[in-house]
């Protein structure tokens, strides 16, 4: 790759955007496809059949010979079927087609994706749709060039399969809700309100060579074994620190890669661990902000690959040193431009934000469980409550001038800024909040941050769908309540005080703005009633409580029967994961570090018998203390192999998917952790070349 790029011509050149749409269809057909986006129209066969020859046209102009609906199942990864633009002609030669009918629907077969009970197989039949919020892009792989169109995917009978369907539901409904607020609060200019976010993705690098001779973390995506190396990340020196050249190449075709899909990687930095690194793109929509996600998530992984190195995704791939998280910063925008959650100097725009602000704080105490669920996997459960990232407690960071400032409102007691103007609701200016607090919370699991809140919970592999689907959706709920307050309210600044005190009287428990990592914090969110749903198997349940589904419902986000399926879905896919973990913990104890350590025994054994057939009195003490130790170790690791299996196999036949999984975590973990115990006391006792899998000094130090 060159290196001088022209990054204007560079940018977007593989994506569908808007300004493309603008320049290849005529006028009238773009004005209706914004109308279309905006949820003001129905796309007419006619419109989407122009659309789909311009972007036929656009995309074999670059080379494309195929197309794909590209769509996002409850794997929780991307999923494409490519279908060619190939048309014979009865004369034997080709024509390139793809009409209005492929562009809107397609029909995948579905059979195979997970359903949670929703369908038999037998109504296997799942439908595609075309998501015109969303540009369709195209993809550049050793297959050739695919026009991808970002779909929605649903069954037969109109229930979702995917993480779009809902998410897109949820942005309409926290929409809905923000408009009425608005208009109750004179605001009659707004005509949408889009949640907006941005993802700061963290990564980690190995080299492909260590990686492919290690089966957990191919197989898993993380170690189940691995001593610690005599550094880890105590230092801080990698934090920020300079990048390497190897990575600093692939961080720039990376760059490249993304600029080209549009999406626009903007940050990139070493992260905490050794071989550790984030990338944060500038926010989108939501909807957009995760499709391109799981692009960049999916492009990170192949140009890693062309590197030498592999990109590890995993929450925790190592033990011992920091796992990886998503900062999902989440905020509510108007078509007018207006950030709501942006204090400013205008006495309106105060009024908004002092609302939203309260509907956020409300909706996060309220339904906390549903927000800890949406960010639970078994990857995430090593990091959550680690001391590496926010705890399984969530608590709202708002830093000390916010909370002042509406403690002091709740009070009725009047704030001055700094012209001396008291502030009145809709009469005065807030006082500026600084810019930059320097108590900048890095511990807190949900953080205002100058203009949005950082939702910290997230995992690295996730998409992001789920945790916007419950924000937009318990935000929307709460805002839904003020608008109706507000609406029949006599006099609105009054009203608005009046919620402001309300949230603050009944909500600040979940106001927090100590060290989320610290040990006091857990006993003193037990006092104030916060929940702490530690694992995965303790959050997901939430999901089908009664609450939950009437929130859903409420707000037509999801149905109960498209909750329970998603609930089963995620308690199959923990259960899965442990079960190929602990499948490779018995492996590799049994296949690999049994006679890997057995060979070491016995040539440290004829060392010996040799040593004293010259030296009858040398001094072997060491030697046998040391053959004592490993042989004691590698005994232990049989009993703990053995436990496994016997609890491996008593969750294996276990049917119910709820009671497994609890089996998994409570049973299964367990035994795995005692089987590490021993394999990691064995490998630094063990000489470093008979070791069979390479070290963690390998995957974290060497690129
Ligand atoms: P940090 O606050 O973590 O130091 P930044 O200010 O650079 O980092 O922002 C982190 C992420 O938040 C970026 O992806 C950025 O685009 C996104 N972001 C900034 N403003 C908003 C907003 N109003 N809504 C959603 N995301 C935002
Ligand atoms: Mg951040």
């Known amino acids: 790759m060159s290196n001088n790029v022209n990054l204007e011509e560079m940018y977007g050149s593989n994506c569908f955007s808007k300004s493309v749409m603008k320049e290849k269809l005529p006028k009238t057909i773009y004005k209706e496809m914004l109308m279309v986006e905006k949820g003001e129209m129905e796309l007419s066969k006619e419109t989407a059949d122009v659309v789909a020859t311009a972007m036929k046209d656009w995309a074999i102009s670059k080379g494309a010979t195929h197309f794909s609906h590209w769509f996002q199942p409850l794997t929780g990864t991307t999923a494409e079927k490519h279908d060619s633009f190939i048309d014979p002609d009865s004369d034997g030669s080709i024509m390139m087609e793809f009409s209005g009918k492929e562009l809107i629907k397609g029909e995948p077969d579905a059979s195979s994706f997970p359903n949670g009970g929703l369908r038999d197989t037998y109504e296997a039949r799942g439908y595609t749709a075309w998501d015109v919020s969303s540009p369709a892009f195209l993809k550049e792989d050793q297959t050739g060039i695919t026009l991808c169109i970002p779909t929605a995917f649903f069954s037969y009978t109109g229930e979702a399969l995917d993480k779009k369907v809902p998410l897109l539901k949820s942005m309409e409904a926290v929409n809905t809700a923000s408009l009425k607020v608005l208009s109750a609060l004179g605001d009659t200019t707004a005509t949408k309100v889009t949640a907006s976010v941005g993802p700061e993705q963290e990564y980690f690098l190995v080299d492909k060579e260590f990686f492919e001779k290690r089966p957990d973390l191919m197989l898993a995506g993380r170690t189940v074994f691995g001593a610690m190396p005599s550094k880890g990340q105590e230092l801080s020196d990698h934090y920020f620190g300079v990048i390497k050249d190897r990575v600093a190449s692939y961080m720039k075709e990376l760059n490249h890669e993304l600029w080209k899909l549009g999406i626009s990687a903007k940050t990139q930095h070493n992260e905490v661990a050794p071989n550790q690194f984030e990338l944060a793109p500038i926010y989108d929509s939501a909807n957009i902000a995760t499709d391109r996600n799981q692009l960049t998530m999916e492009t990170m992984k192949r140009v890693a690959n062309r590197h030498g190195m592999v990109c590890l995704l995993h929450e925790k791939p190592f033990a011992g040193v920091n796992g990886s998280g998503k900062h999902n910063n989440w905020s509510l925008a108007t078509d007018t431009g207006i950030n709501l959650l942006s204090p400013g100097s205008d006495p309106q725009q105060n009024t908004q934000f002092l609302v939203f602000l309260s509907a956020i704080i409300e909706a996060v105490d309220t339904y906390s469980p549903l927000l800890r669920a949406s960010a639970a996997s078994a990857g995430n459960d090593h990091r959550l409550g680690g001391h590496e990232a926010p705890p399984a407690v969530i608590s709202i960071y708002l830093g000390k001038e916010l909370t002042n400032i509406i403690e002091k409102i709740s009070k009725g007691e009047t704030i001055n800024n700094k012209k001396g103007d008291k502030f009145e609701m809709g009469v005065s200016a807030l006082p500026a909040l600084p810019k930059d607090a320097t108590d900048r919370n890095r511990t807190s699991p949900f953080a205002f941050t100058i203009n949005k809140f950082e939702f910290r919970m997230v995992a690295s592999s996730q998409s992001i769908a789920g945790p916007n689907v419950v924000l937009n959706t318990i935000v929307a709920d709460i805002l839904t309540n003020y608008a109706e307050r ?98 490779l913990n018995v492996e590799m104890a049994t296949r690999y570090i049994v006679p890997a350590v057995s060979e070491y025994i016995s040539s440290l054994t004829s060392s010996v018998i040799e040593l004293k057939s010259v030296l009858p009195k040398a001094n072997t003490t060491g030697q046998e203390k040391l053959i004592a130790d490993l042989s004691d170790n590698l005994a232990a690791v049989f009993t703990a ?25 409570k049973n299964v973990i367990s035994c795995m952790k005692e089987v590490r115990k021993f394999v990691d006391a064995l490998e630094v006792m063990t000489d470093r070349d008979m070791w069979p899998f390479p070290s963690y000094e390998d995957l974290l130090f060497k690129l």
């Open 486 to 583: 507000l609406a029949n309210a006599s006099d609105v600044n009054k009203e608005v005080a009046n919620i402001v005190k309300d949230c603050y009287t009944n909500h600040n428990r979940i106001i927090f703005d100590g060290n989320g990592y610290g040990a006091e914090w857990i006993p003193e969110a037990e006092k104030r009633g916060l929940a702490n749903l530690k694992t995965t198997v303790d959050a997901v349940p939430e999901y089908t409580k009664d609450y939950a589904v009437k929130l859903f419902e409420k707000h037509k986000v999801l149905t109960k029967a498209e909750l329970e399926s998603r609930q089963n879905i995620y308690l199959e896919q923990y259960s899965q994961q442990i079960n190929i973990e602990a499948n």
């Open 641 to 665: 192999v053995e436990s496994l299996k016997t609890e491996l196999a008593k969750a294996q036949d276990e049917e119910d998917l709820l009671k497994q999984a609890t089996l998994y975590s």
